[in-house]
C-alpha cells in the first residue's frame, strides 16, 4: 500500500454513490496539460464528466505548478475560494471532494495537508491512474496523501484516449530530469528522466490521429534526451521516433518541447533539415549569457556553445523560429553578467521567449548560494530584457506581412464567423473562416501583425 493516510474522519463520510462531475484547473507548463486531460480520461470510466463550472463540480482538481514561488501561491490563494464553494455547496447537501494534483502536491504534499484542510486528496504526477481506487478511499472518510514514485508505469495503466476531439494536441513520450540545474525543482518533483517506449507512443499518436488530431507536441522535460525502447528493445533517440512517426498518414505536423542545448544530437539537427512534418520552430532554453552564470546553473552549457549550435540548426533550417527560456538574477548575477544575457539574445534573435525572475525553490542548492539579488534589481534587469525581447518578437512577425503561410486552423475566434490556427513557426493566426476549414492547413496572406498574433485572409490557391 504506497499511499499514505494522513487522518481519519475529518472531512466526514463521504456518500457512497459517485460523484459525477469533475472540474480541473490546470496551472504551468504543457505536461501538465497533458495530465489533466489524461487525469479526466482515468475518471470517466469512474462515471464522472468534466465540467467548467467549479460551483458544479463534485470533484475540484488543481494541477500545480512548483517551479516558481508564485506559482505556487497561487494554488493556495485558490484553496482559499474553493474552501467558500465546498462550504456553499454543502449548505445545499452536496459534498465536494477538492484534489491537489501535479508538482506542488509532489513537493509539498505533507505542508498542502497541513496548511489547507480543505484539501480532501493530495496526488503526484506519477500516480493519476490511480485516482478512481484513491476516490473511495477518500469516499470511506479518509485524507490521503499519494507522492510515491510507483514501479509500474503510469503511462501503460491509463485507459486509452477518448478526450474531446481537437486538431492539435500534446503526447508525453518522457518525464523528470536528470541534469539538475541548480535553480530548478523539477528533477525531485517529476523524479528521474523515464522515456516511453516507441510502440506505446506511436499507438497513442494513432489514436489520437484517428480521432481528428492533426498536429503533435511531443512533452518532455527533457525531450530531446529520449530514449525509448524500440521493437528490438534498445533505445531509439528522438530524431528515430519522429522518424517513425512522420509515417502517419494522416498525421501533418510535429513539434516537442523542451529540450536541452546538451542533447541536440545531430540526427535531431538533420530530423529538421529532413523531415518535413518536423515544424521549424526549436525551443531551446539558455537561462543566462554568462558562462560563470551557467556554471553555477550546472548547466554544462557555455555561451559560445549555444552560438555554435544555433548556427549549426539554422544550416540545416534557415527558417527555423528559435524560442528560449532565460532567467535573470540568478545568486551572484553581475550588471556585466547579465548584460552579456542581452548581448546573446541580440546576437542570436528570438521569434518567441520566456523570461522570468530567478525564484529561490526549496531544497534546491541555488536557493543556499550566497549573492541572492534583491527583487528591485531582478525586476529592473526582466524589464529591460522584456523590451528588447518584445522588439525582436514584434520583428519576427511583421516579417510575414504580406506572405502567404499555411495556417492549421484550430478552433473557433472570438469574434464570430473568424477561426485561430498556428502557422508553422507557431504563431497565432486569426482568419475570417468557416467552421469547415477547422483541421485542415490551408494558405492564409498575412495583412497585419503584432507581438503576439498576426491576422489574414484566406488565400485562393
Ligand atoms: N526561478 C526562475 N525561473 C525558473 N525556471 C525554472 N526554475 C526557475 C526558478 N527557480 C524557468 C527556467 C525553465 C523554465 C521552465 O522556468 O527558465 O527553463
Ligand atoms: Fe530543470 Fe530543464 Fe534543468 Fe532539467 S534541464 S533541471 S527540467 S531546467
Given at each position: 500500500m504506497s499511499s499514505e493516510e494522513l487522518l481519519r474522519g475529518t472531512s466526514g463520510a463521504l456518500p457512497a454513490a459517485p460523484p459525477k462531475k469533475v472540474f480541473v484547473k490546470t496551472f504551468g507548463c504543457?505536461?501538465?496539460?497533458?495530465?489533466?486531460?489524461?487525469?479526466?480520461?482515468?475518471?470517466?470510466?469512474?462515471?464522472?464528466?468534466?465540467?467548467?463550472?467549479?460551483?458544479?463540480?463534485?470533484?475540484?482538481?488543481?494541477?500545480?505548478?512548483?517551479?516558481?514561488?508564485?506559482?505556487?501561491?497561487k494554488v493556495y490563494s485558490d484553496l482559499g475560494r474553493i474552501r467558500d464553494v465546498k462550504a456553499w455547496r454543502a449548505a445545499e447537501g452536496k459534498t465536494t471532494i477538492v484534489t491537489v494534483a501535479g508538482c506542488v502536491a509532489q513537493a509539498e504534499g505533507r505542508e498542502i495537508a497541513r496548511r489547507a484542510p480543505v484539501v480532501d486528496l493530495v496526488v503526484g504526477p506519477q500516480s493519476y491512474h490511480r485516482l478512481p481506487d484513491l476516490l473511495g478511499e477518500i469516499r470511506a472518510g479518509r485524507r490521503i496523501v499519494e507522492t510515491e514514485f510507483p514501479e509500474a508505469d503510469k503511462f501503460s495503466a491509463l485507459p486509452p484516449r477518448t478526450g474531446p476531439r481537437q486538431t492539435a494536441a500534446f503526447l508525453t513520450v518522457q518525464e523528470g530530469c536528470d541534469k539538475f540545474c541548480t535553480f530548478c525543482v523539477v528533477p525531485y518533483t517529476r523524479g528521474a528522466e523515464y522515456s516511453r517506449a516507441v510502440a506505446d507512443i506511436v499507438a497513442e499518436a494513432e489514436a489520437l490521429v484517428a480521432r481528428g488530431v492533426r498536429e503533435l507536441t511531443l512533452l518532455g522535460q527533457n525531450v530531446n534526451g529520449y530514449h525509448g525502447a524500440g521493437?528490438?528493445?534498445?533505445?531509439?533517440?528522438?530524431?528515430?521516433?519522429?522518424?517513425?512517426?512522420?509515417?502517419?498518414?494522416?498525421?501533418?505536423r510535429l513539434r516537442y518541447v523542451?529540450?536541452?542545448?546538451?542533447?541536440?544530437?545531430?540526427?535531431?539537427?538533420?530530423?529538421?533539415?529532413?523531415?518535413?512534418?518536423?515544424?521549424?520552430?526549436?525551443?531551446?532554453?539558455?537561462?543566462?549569457?554568462?558562462?560563470?552564470?551557467?556554471?553555477?546553473?550546472?548547466?554544462?552549457?557555455?555561451a559560445d556553445d549555444y552560438r555554435r549550435l544555433a548556427d549549426r540548426i539554422?544550416?540545416?533550417?534557415?527558417?527555423?523560429?528559435?524560442?528560449?527560456?532565460?532567467?535573470v538574477g540568478f545568486p551572484g548575477e553581475t550588471d556585466a553578467e547579465f548584460a552579456e544575457t542581452l548581448r546573446l539574445v541580440r546576437e542570436i534573435g528570438f521569434a518567441q521567449a520566456y523570461s522570468f525572475k530567478y525564484s529561490g525553490r526549496p531544497g534546491t542548492p541555488a536557493a543556499g548560494m550566497d549573492g541572492q539579488i534583491p527583487d528591485a534589481v531582478k525586476a529592473s534587469r526582466l524589464d529591460e530584457l522584456q523590451s528588447l525581447l518584445e522588439v525582436q518578437q514584434k520583428s519576427f512577425n511583421s516579417g510575414f506581412i504580406g506572405q502567404v503561410v499555411p495556417v492549421l486552423f484550430e478552433r473557433a475566434g472570438r469574434r464570430d464567423g473568424h477561426l485561430v490556427g498556428r502557422t508553422p513557426y507557431l504563431q497565432l493566426v486569426h482568419v475570417e473562416a468557416a467552421m469547415a476549414a477547422l483541421g485542415r492547413i490551408l494558405p492564409v496572406a498575412i495583412a497585419s501583425a503584432s507581438q503576439n498574433s498576426l491576422t489574414g485572409t484566406l488565400h485562393a490557391a
Amino acid at each position: 500500500m504506497s499511499s499514505e493516510e494522513l487522518l481519519r474522519g475529518t472531512s466526514g463520510a463521504l456518500p457512497a454513490a459517485p460523484p459525477k462531475k469533475v472540474f480541473v484547473k490546470t496551472f504551468g507548463c504543457q505536461m501538465n496539460v497533458y495530465d489533466s486531460e489524461r487525469m479526466v480520461e482515468a475518471l470517466v470510466p469512474a462515471g464522472f464528466a468534466e465540467t467548467t463550472d467549479m460551483a458544479d463540480a463534485d470533484l475540484v482538481v488543481l494541477n500545480t505548478c512548483h517551479i516558481r514561488e508564485k506559482a505556487v501561491e497561487k494554488v493556495y490563494s485558490d484553496l482559499g475560494r474553493i474552501r467558500d464553494v465546498k462550504a456553499w455547496r454543502a449548505a445545499e447537501g452536496k459534498t465536494t471532494i477538492v484534489t491537489v494534483a501535479g508538482c506542488v502536491a509532489q513537493a509539498e504534499g505533507r505542508e498542502i495537508a497541513r496548511r489547507a484542510p480543505v484539501v480532501d486528496l493530495v496526488v503526484g504526477p506519477q500516480s493519476y491512474h490511480r485516482l478512481p481506487d484513491l476516490l473511495g478511499e477518500i469516499r470511506a472518510g479518509r485524507r490521503i496523501v499519494e507522492t510515491e514514485f510507483p514501479e509500474a508505469d503510469k503511462f501503460s495503466a491509463l485507459p486509452p484516449r477518448t478526450g474531446p476531439r481537437q486538431t492539435a494536441a500534446f503526447l508525453t513520450v518522457q518525464e523528470g530530469c536528470d541534469k539538475f540545474c541548480t535553480f530548478c525543482v523539477v528533477p525531485y518533483t517529476r523524479g528521474a528522466e523515464y522515456s516511453r517506449a516507441v510502440a506505446d507512443i506511436v499507438a497513442e499518436a494513432e489514436a489520437l490521429v484517428a480521432r481528428g488530431v492533426r498536429e503533435l507536441t511531443l512533452l518532455g522535460q527533457n525531450v530531446n534526451g529520449y530514449h525509448g525502447a524500440g521493437a528490438d528493445g534498445s533505445a531509439r533517440t528522438l530524431a528515430q521516433l519522429l522518424v517513425r512517426l512522420s509515417d502517419i498518414a494522416d498525421l501533418e505536423r510535429l513539434r516537442y518541447v523542451t529540450s536541452h542545448p546538451r542533447d541536440m544530437g545531430c540526427d535531431l539537427i538533420a530530423a529538421h533539415r529532413d523531415l518535413p512534418k518536423l515544424m521549424p520552430y526549436l525551443h531551446l532554453p539558455f537561462q543566462s549569457g554568462a558562462d560563470r552564470i551557467l556554471a553555477a546553473m550546472n548547466r554544462k552549457h557555455t555561451a559560445d556553445d549555444y552560438r555554435r549550435l544555433a548556427d549549426r540548426i539554422r544550416k540545416a533550417r534557415p527558417d527555423i523560429a528559435l524560442s528560449t527560456d532565460i532567467i535573470v538574477g540568478f545568486p551572484g548575477e553581475t550588471d556585466a553578467e547579465f548584460a552579456e544575457t542581452l548581448r546573446l539574445v541580440r546576437e542570436i534573435g528570438f521569434a518567441q521567449a520566456y523570461s522570468f525572475k530567478y525564484s529561490g525553490r526549496p531544497g534546491t542548492p541555488a536557493a543556499g548560494m550566497d549573492g541572492q539579488i534583491p527583487d528591485a534589481v531582478k525586476a529592473s534587469r526582466l524589464d529591460e530584457l522584456q523590451s528588447l525581447l518584445e522588439v525582436q518578437q514584434k520583428s519576427f512577425n511583421s516579417g510575414f506581412i504580406g506572405q502567404v503561410v499555411p495556417v492549421l486552423f484550430e478552433r473557433a475566434g472570438r469574434r464570430d464567423g473568424h477561426l485561430v490556427g498556428r502557422t508553422p513557426y507557431l504563431q497565432l493566426v486569426h482568419v475570417e473562416a468557416a467552421m469547415a476549414a477547422l483541421g485542415r492547413i490551408l494558405p492564409v496572406a498575412i495583412a497585419s501583425a503584432s507581438q503576439n498574433s498576426l491576422t489574414g485572409t484566406l488565400h485562393a490557391a
